[in-house]
């Protein structure tokens, strides 16, 4: 079965500074890996996905997350934070093959200060 | 709608109720995933649909819960004898036919008193 993990619990980060979000996954063959980004009231939203070839994956907003198979990784990075990023961020890996169901980790709250 | 719209957005009702919450995925998405998510942690998946069935269940805490989506298109989650641990956001997501992108709505805040 697959897992997330995601370590930080709250990250606090000032405006214009950047930003890594870390996320390791648990699963047997390629997985399928997401990023979403939850503002408070509001639904997922998908930020970017990574389902196989260029290992560097641009998303919306200026995000980008690496997959690291050697290290079980796909960290959500972005150079320059602003304000409007602060919210809940959930990593996600799904099964390559089937119902597509996701596994979420239990996410990373983001904390900008000005 | 352009999105998945699900309703009502706030639901407070009393231990030991039934109540109804359901979702309007998006037009044409043939995939229908219902998740609950707990203060403080990441959803969980309930139950999945392709089409009128359910093609997955597996995460169904009990038989309290149920689901249909008798056309194919808007789903209704059903919780019998509500207990205070009911209590969460649960969220609904759609998807196209062979896609692996979800696309969620709002969720419904049930509270169970």
């Known amino acids: 079965a697959q897992s997330v993990t995601q370590p930080d619990i709250h990250i606090t980060v000032s405006e214009g500074a950047s930003l890594e979000l870390r996320c390791n996954y648990s699963?047997?063959?390629?997985?399928?890996l997401f990023w979403y980004v939850q503002s408070p009231g509001q639904g997922l939203q998908l930020l970017l996905k990574y389902f196989s070839g260029d290992t560097l994956v641009q998303g919306i907003k200026g995000f980008e997350a690496e997959f690291k198979r050697s290290q079980s990784s796909f960290n959500l990075r972005k150079p320059s934070v602003h304000w409007s990023d602060a919210a809940e961020y959930f990593c996600?890996?799904?099964?390559?093959?089937?119902?597509?169901?996701?596994?979420f980790g239990r996410g990373t709250s983001l904390i900008v200060h000005p | 709608g352009a999105g998945v719209s699900q309703t009502p957005s706030n639901k407070v009702t009393e231990k030991g109720k039934y109540v109804e919450l359901r979702c309007d995925p998006i037009?044409?998405?043939?995939?229908l995933y219902w998740y609950r998510q707990s203060l403080g942690q990441g959803p969980e998946f309930l139950i999945y649909?392709?089409?009128?069935?359910?093609?997955?269940d597996s995460g169904l805490p009990n038989d309290r819960f149920f689901a249909v989506r008798p056309e194919g298109s808007v789903s209704t989650l059903k919780i019998q004898r509500t207990e205070r641990g009911d209590s969460a956001v649960y969220l609904c997501?759609?998807?196209?036919?062979?896609?692996?992108?979800?696309?969620f709505g709002a969720g419904t805040r049930l509270s169970v008193l």
């Open positions: 997501a759609s998807s196209g036919r062979d896609s692996n992108i979800q696309y």
């Open positions: 649909f392709q089409g009128t069935g359910a093609a997955d």
């Open positions: 699963y047997g063959a390629t997985p399928y």
């Open positions: 037009s044409g998405h043939t995939a």
């Open positions: 996600a890996v799904g099964a390559s093959g089937g119902s597509y169901i996701p596994t």
